[in-house]
């Protein structure tokens, strides 16, 4: 029976085949797409969480909050409690910080985009009815902006690392500096 199969796959121009290699080829072929879909897995999840990460405004989202302190032009300093929220969606960032002591408020509002390390938006001081456009850089939590509005200017430095945030704010007007630690 062998010898027939045998001589049948000669004629035929083919090899004889066994159950044996049959079997191997099959697991053979089942390995490589076993390992095909893992690779596929690991590919498609390493994109999406570096792309996930890759947002100049990675890890900002929620509602944070913490103390800080503020500097009037008089050279007074007051402490205060601030709670800041951020909606982020892909390149852009909605933003609310407000701020408070016994004598002193302020709310500041934010809509920025980051593309290319560029950052660019619009701001407004809600409780003295001021706003106008932000300009700068940052990327991976770290910004440098400008915001300025007709007689006003102010540098902020934003540092996100973690659950920690810090912001430090100099000015030009009768609010002469902020600096602000932030939780998640």
């Known amino acids: 029976m062998a010898l027939q199969r045998v001589s049948r796959a000669a004629v035929d121009g083919k090899r004889p085949v066994s159950k044996t290699s049959q079997v191997s080829e099959f697991f053979a072929k089942a390995r490589r797409l076993t390992f095909a879909a893992v690779a596929f897995f690991l590919t498609a999840f390493a994109a999406s969480t570096s792309y996930a990460q890759s ?37 852009s960032m909605d933003m609310s910080l407000t701020c408070a002591s016994d004598a002193y408020r302020f709310n500041l509002l934010a809509a920025v985009v980051a593309q290319g390390g560029e950052v660019t938006g619009n701001w407004s001081e809600t409780s003295r009815n001021v706003g106008g456009n932000i300009q700068g850089r940052g990327a991976n939590g770290s910004f440098q902006v400008i915001a300025q509005a007709a007689g006003f200017s102010s540098n902020i430095s934003l540092k996100t690392t973690g659950n920690k945030q810090s912001i430090a704010m100099r000015a030009d007007s009768q609010f002469r500096a902020a600096n602000i630690t932030l939780s998640k």
């Open 55 to 91: 947002s100049a405004f990675a890890g900002m989202a929620g509602t944070w909050s913490g103390p800080g302190t503020v500097t009037l032009d008089d050279g007074s300093s007051e402490r205060i409690r601030c709670r800041a929220t951020y909606k982020v969606a892909g390149a």
